[in-house]
Antibody, heavy 118, light 107 residues
Framework: EVHLVESGGGLVQPGGSLRLSCAAS????????MNWVRQAPGKGLEWVSY????????YYADSVKGRFTISRDNAKNSLYLQMNTLRAEDTAVYYC???????????WGQGILVTVSS | DIQMTQSPSSLSASARDRVTITCRAS??????LNWYQQKPGKAPNLLIY???SLQSGVPSRFSGSGSGTDFTLTISSLQPEDFATYYC?????????FGQGTRVEIK
């Protein structure tokens, strides 16, 4: 069974940094592209970032470009999101999600809350 | 960026009703259109990919159609567990934008 578990969230002050992790199990992690998607409280879904299975291809939403860095460690079956210069508008539940057929997101983690506030 | 517009934003329906949600893309996305269901406090769940392909394990009362810019999600006979928010998402180009969501409520 596919399992994705996020960790590393919490409360951080504006301008601060946080690193999210996503531990993957139940599938061959090295064969799949991965994504981060977020959801602000009471709002809709926002795609944040994508990384290919090899890590060589990376994309970001304009709202996080230059501040967030996606990475992966295939030896550890883990996906990461380094978030710097955090803003109040980055407050959201962050999900890691597996890329599948036609770039759909077929498996999601349970989500981790990031709160940016002073 | 490709904009995704869902309608309606919310709807009220009864169990066993037929429900249709539409999604329009601001430019052609071929068939790179996915539908997700999200219940409160839970992660989204993939229902339909490639506009009309049913994800494994999803009940057959869910179906999708369309191509190009106009797409539809249909629930043939609404069940109590289907009351949730539904999102479309284009996966044709970066950024992979979502619609604003359609909340399906109990009448």
């Amino acid at each position: 069974e596919v399992h994705l578990v996020e960790s590393g969230g919490g409360l951080v002050q504006p301008g601060g940094s946080l690193r999210l992790s996503c531990a993957a199990s139940g599938f061959t992690f090295t064969s799949y592209n991965m994504n981060w998607v977020r959801q602000a409280p009471g709002k809709g879904l926002e795609w944040v970032s994508y990384i290919s299975s090899s890590g060589r291809t990376i994309y970001y939403a304009d709202s996080v470009k230059g501040r967030f860095t996606i990475s992966r460690d295939n030896a550890k079956n883990s996906l990461y999101l380094q978030m710097n210069t955090l803003r109040a508008e980055d407050t959201a539940v962050y999900y890691c999600a597996r890329d599948r057929n036609w770039n759909s997101l077929d498996n999601w983690g349970q989500g981790i809350l990031v709160t940016v506030s002073s | 960026d490709i904009q995704m517009t869902q309608s309606p934003s919310s709807l009220s329906a009864s169990a066993r009703d037929r429900v249709t949600i539409t999604c329009r893309a601001s430019e052609s996305i071929n068939s790179y259109l996915n539908w997700y269901q999200q219940k409160p406090g839970k992660a989204p769940n993939l229902l339909i990919y490639a506009a009309s392909s049913l994800q494994s394990g999803v009940p057959s009362r869910f179906s999708g159609s369309g191509s190009g810019t106009d797409f539809t999600l249909t629930i043939s006979s609404l069940q109590p567990e289907d009351f949730a928010t539904y999102y479309c998402q284009q996966s044709y180009s970066i950024p992979r934008t979502f619609g604003q969501g359609t909340r399906v409520e109990i009448k």
